[in-house]
């Protein structure tokens, strides 16, 4: 699960980059907008999921 949520936020990170140099317009926006939130999500359940090391 972990490593399709890392797949997951990779991939969002490198196509929301690259809608800047490939689109334009509301299509940008939209793909952008799309991506950014697949990455945010991904992101937050990793954070969420991570274990805990306890040092004491």
């Known amino acids: 699960m972990k490593a399709l949520l890392w797949l997951i936020l990779s991939v ?3 196509v929301n980059v690259s809608t800047s ?3 334009d317009g509301v299509q940008q926006v939209l793909i952008s907008v799309g ?3 697949a990455a ?3 992101g937050v359940v990793l954070f969420v999921t991570r274990r805990r090391r306890d040092y004491a």
Do not use: E, M, P
Request: hydrophobic share 75%; net charge neutral.
């Open 21 to 23: 140099f490939a689109f």
């Open 40 to 42: 945010l999500a991904s």
């Open 12 to 14: 969002a990170l490198i």
């Open 35 to 37: 991506t950014g939130l």
